[in-house]
């Protein structure tokens, strides 16, 4: 039973298009986060949500628009891709972020912007 | 600018030796460590983590080690196994902010049998 799941797994797209990519943990989780893994392979935090509620949001363009339906669910919007925007997406969930708990990864979307 | 580094992108190891990741930081603000593992068409899973007030712990052939003053932690994998071969990311937090990890650009494992 998969416990942070991601849609699609892949996606290509044009530049100028909108995206979303879905997320989805049912560990019971607090806490969500969006990752974003670059060509160098760095992984970069994007936004924390928890219990609906955007605690981090690092620099990232406004194009990118995180929405938190439930706990459960945090799903990334994306305006206007960009070449630049190529990169895996990783969903991530945790129990708490007052406390160092690790996180739980979902298995990442491949993201190419043509 | 990289306040956690892996400075070798790559190890080989031969199956039943001793595979040892070095991870360097800069932020003496961080508190917490954590050793992730990385397959390939998958996300990370997390391996092993490590509160400042300890300088080693162990689960099984998995040991982290590490030095406050040298701002250094290390992986060491014993004995290491085919199916240990992967990336492996050292990552960090602070207190005040456990939520806000930051990883290291990781180091590809390979254990050959």
């Known amino acids: 039973d998969t416990a942070v799941s991601q849609t699609p797994k892949y996606l290509v797209t044009q530049m100028g298009n909108d995206k979303s990519i879905k997320c989805e943990q049912n560990l019971g989780h607090d806490t969500m986060y969006w990752y974003k893994q670059d060509s160098k392979k760095f992984l970069k935090i994007m936004f924390s949500?928890?219990?609906?509620?955007?605690?981090i949001n690092e620099t990232v363009p406004n194009r990118f628009s995180p929405k938190s339906p439930d706990k459960a669910h945090l799903n990334l919007h994306i305006n206007s891709l960009e070449l630049g925007d190529s990169a895996v997406y990783f969903c991530?969930?945790?129990?708490?972020?007052?406390?160092?708990?690790?996180?739980?990864f979902g298995p990442g979307t491949r993201l190419t912007v043509t | 600018d990289q306040q956690v580094k892996q400075n070798s992108p790559s190890l080989s190891v031969q199956e039943g030796r001793i595979s040892i990741l070095n991870c360097d930081y800069t932020n003496s603000m961080f508190d917490y460590f954590l050793w992730y593992k990385k397959y390939p068409a998958e996300g990370p899973t997390f391996l092993i983590s490590i509160s400042s007030i300890k300088d080693k712990n162990e689960d099984g052939r998995f040991t982290v080690f590490l030095n406050k003053s040298a701002k250094h932690l290390s992986l060491h994998i014993v004995p290491s196994q085919p199916g240990d071969s992967a990336v492996y990311f050292c990552a960090a937090s602070v207190e005040t902010s456990y939520d806000k990890v930051i990883f290291g650009p990781g180091t590809s494992l390979s254990v050959i049998p």
């Open positions: 949500y928890n219990n609906k509620e955007l605690i």
């Open positions: 991530a969930s945790s129990l708490s972020p007052s406390s160092p708990y690790e996180q739980y």
